[in-house]
């Protein structure tokens, strides 16, 4: 039987645009404080779910809300399970928009709204490509289920508790990244490297009070301050130094000279911590300044260490956990968090992306000899598994055939360092909804999906479903 996938979607696609915009207008944002116990995560993230299941079963689908945190939307028969995963939480919208971000005003073939890229648009699209199939009779073979999320933004509290009570699918996809396919994503590990305070303290002339970078592991610090103690003359000359750092090296920054006390502030380039070298790491570069001051002992072994293992090299080189696979590439680190005061000592927080293929427990294993040697201890380390579907399974090579067909470009497949919602599906990948070559305006003022790819999405997602259920 051949259909023609986006002739399908062309009949419906009034009613695609009209659903599309009633769901985008809920403002589905975490808040927690109208929770209850029907809406675990607030009224407007419930008003939502409540919305997509109603329009689920007004087509035939059962539907389960699944205690507020999730739900699901189900079709066809079979053992085998096809998983569609969704989500309806949005990030709040922000300022600056030029409509209101719930208002889901059409501009120039696209639909403006938080939410329309990531994810409820390309959610909908999965629930008009259920809808298709459902509509034309077709024989399934595997049941086909949708399942919704509603915390993706911020914990995933929703499919933590969803797999706990309900069945993993035999494999599926997410609709919540990029086309064509991404089908491995690297291990992500956060940790922190927390100074032991020593009590056999050598002063100095020059005492380190603080030194603060950066709020988040992920990213790359952009901001630091470090505040000095030491007599005033000392201090001139500090800042002189400090000065002519910036300047030799292209940096932005100032110095705040007080009586007996500094500050100084330093500028770097903000970066997603998946590729460290696309930013300049704000803390890292003032640590490396202040090797060349003569501290007291405990602040000059915190600055050493920083500028020893992590200064220039974001791959792990000298720390001696450099390792790389063909599957998904280097591991990367990142120092994403400093600080240090004079009675606590420091400490360092580290995000740490790592291939697919690589021994994790050996990693950590390195990292706290080292760590002990240096008179660091590591804790807080909280590894989220590397995902990675074969090549040659028949999801990867149903979808790509798939996405070929429609599209008539290639299906390349894409690894990457970021982590999809894809993650929490044993066999599944993230399978759009951006286009290559498409702005990524997810999380952005002015959020948009343009209804020419919200349509082809659908095709894609339609005869996708079909071709791993039938
Ligand atoms: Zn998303």
Same mark, same amino acid.
Request: charged residues 25%; without cysteine.
């Given at each position: 039987m051949s259909i023609n996938w986006m002739q399908e979607v062309l009949k419906r696609k009034d009613e695609l645009i009209r659903d599309t915009q009633e769901f985008l207008q809920i403002p589905s944002v975490l808040d927690e404080e109208s929770a209850t116990e029907e809406a675990p995560l607030g009224k407007g993230i419930n008003d939502a779910l409540q919305f997509l299941l109603k329009r689920g079963e007004k087509e035939g689908l059962i539907a389960k809300n699944v205690n507020g945190l999730a739900g699901h939307l189900e079709m066809g028969q079979g053992e085998q399970l096809i998983g569609i995963l969704c989500h309806v939480d949005v990030v709040p919208p922000g300022d600056g928009w030029? =409509? !209101?971000? @719930? =208002?889901a005003d059409i501009r120039d073939g696209k639909i403006y709204a938080r #939410?329309?890229? !990531?994810d409820k648009g390309p959610t909908m699209a999965a629930f008009y490509a259920m809808k298709i199939i459902k509509e034309l009779g077709l024989p399934l073979n595997k049941r086909v289920r949708m399942i919704i999320g509603t915390d993706e933004e911020s914990d995933w509290r929703c499919v933590d508790h969803y797999f706990q009570h309900e069945e993993m699918p035999t494999m599926g996809f997410a609709p919540d990244a990029d086309f064509p396919i991404i089908y491995a994503e690297k291990g992500i590990v956060d940790f922190d490297l927390k100074q032991e305070v020593s009590h056999s303290h050598v002063e100095a002339e020059?005492?380190?009070?603080s030194l603060k970078a950066g709020r988040r592991y992920n990213m790359v610090p952009d901001w630091a301050e470090t505040v000095l103690q030491a007599d005033n003359g000392l201090l001139v000359d500090i800042e002189q130094r400090f000065l002519h750092f910036l300047a030799s090296n292209h940096l932005k920054g100032k110095a705040v000279v007080g009586e007996g006390v500094t500050t100084l502030q330093l500028e770097g380039i903000s970066a997603h911590a998946m590729e460290p070298d696309q930013g300049k790491n704000a803390g890292l570069l003032l640590a490396n300044f202040l090797t060349g001051i003569s501290l007291d002992s405990q602040a000059q072994l915190f600055v050493h260490f920083l500028d020893r293992y @992590?200064? #220039? !090299? =974001?791959? #792990?080189k000298k720390l001696g956990i450099a390792y790389s696979d063909e599957i998904t590439g280097d591991v990367t680190v990142n120092v994403g968090i400093l600080s240090y005061n004079a009675e606590s000592g420091g400490k360092i927080g580290i995000n740490l992306r790592y291939p697919v293929t690589c021994d994790i427990e050996e990693t950590k294993k390195i990292l706290e000899q080292l760590a002990q040697q240096s008179g660091f201890i590591l804790e807080s380390f909280s590894d989220s598994k590397p995902h990675h579907v074969d090549r040659n399974h028949m999801l990867v090579q149903t979808l790509q055939r798939v996405y070929e067909e429609q599209t008539g470009e290639r299906a390349e497949l894409l690894s990457i360092g970021g982590g999809t919602y894809a993650r929490s599906l044993e066999a599944g990948v993230a399978f759009g909804p951006l286009f290559p070559g498409r702005p990524d305006v997810a999380h952005q003022k002015d959020e948009y999906i343009i209804i020419d790819d919200l349509l082809k999405a659908t095709a894609i997602y339609a005869q996708a479903i079909y071709e791993l259920a039938k």
């Open positions: 030029t =409509s !209101d971000p @719930f =208002s #939410g329309a890229i !990531d020059v005492k380190l009070q @992590f200064n #220039g !090299d =974001s791959r #792990g």
